[in-house]
């Protein structure tokens, strides 16, 4: 009995919470890659430290660190004394690639990192931390700011360009008209719902800094005659009339229980009988430990809102349930990320 307990303690190793406590190591290695623009400038070339340090306009000596602590984690090559992107640095992390990350690590790095800093002091004070400007939380802000949503809302966007392209093959919007998409940010759920849907247009209901970058990215992806944007706030304004399904992606998670029932009773009494909703969220599991994304996201919305939290299944569930919906079912969307960050979405009648 004895030796058994021993060997099995012999597994137990060090290197678990070294590797958990070192995590904002590797954050900061891929912050600093990207705000130098690293990864776009190697492009598809092979480069040597030196030649990358100078397009860089940087030190050669840290240059070099920094680029190993790249190919440590896999996100460059190192081959005879030069340096190439990987795959995923290629995809994600070049500007001006389709799926580029580059705002959300910036969003990440500029807006968060010190953030989760004073974890501590949000756990003692149980109050989030002002995230832009010095009171508001993160929502009144980018309700106030253009700089602000434009940060943010761009972030969101780099991040919601394939979750649209899955909710909109998984999700069949042919049996509607007109889709209201509640907190639209930059329009792309829409944007990617009504290209695929020839008999469907859409309304972004968003603040009216974070319309002014909507009509921006519409006007880009050439939607216009079919994405309208209309300013104002989910909480106090009457929804824009005549749409017969409403979305609701990465909203709810901003705001506490109570807010969160308002918004899908004021949905529910919005819609037309045979009407639709659609709620989308990164989903944290029932008990709320698991999977580990939902779950650290749940911690940055306490950091950064007042009442924000992730979002199960179960209370999305039982707030629809409540408002009056009825054939509520679930699909995922995994074909971004696995099941790491754990999308999904609701959706459900009247
Ligand atoms: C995380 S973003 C999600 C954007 C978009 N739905 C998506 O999934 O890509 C949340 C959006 O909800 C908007 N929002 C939050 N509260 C709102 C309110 N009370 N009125 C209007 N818009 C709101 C924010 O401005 C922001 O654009």
Redesign the pocket.
Known sequence: MKSKKMSSDKSIHSDEIIKIATGFHLSKILFAAVEFDIFSKIGRKKLQAKEIAKMCRLPVRSTTRLLNGNVAVGLLNYEKGKYSNSKVSEKYLIRGKKEYLGDLMKAYNNILYDKWGNLEEVIKSNKFQPVFGPQKDT?GN??KNIKI?EK??MA??N??IK??EELASKFDFSKYNTLL??????G??SITAVKKYPNLKAIV???PP?CKITRKVISKYKAGTKVKVIE?????DDFPKGADII?????L???DSKICRKIIKKSYDYLPSGGAIIL?ESIINDDRTSPLFPVLFSIALMIETEGGDARSRGEMTQWLKEAGFKKIRYKPLTGISGKFRNLGFLYAEK
């Not at 104002?232 to 106090?236: D, E, H, P, Q, V």
């Not at 979305?247 to 909203?251: D, Q």
């Open positions: 929502i980018i309700s949503a943010a809302i969101q966007h991040y919601s979750p649209a998409d509640l907190g639209g940010g930059s792309i759920l209901f968003d603040f974070v104002g706030n989910i909480l106090i979305l609701i992606s990465g909203v998670d901003g705001y989308k």
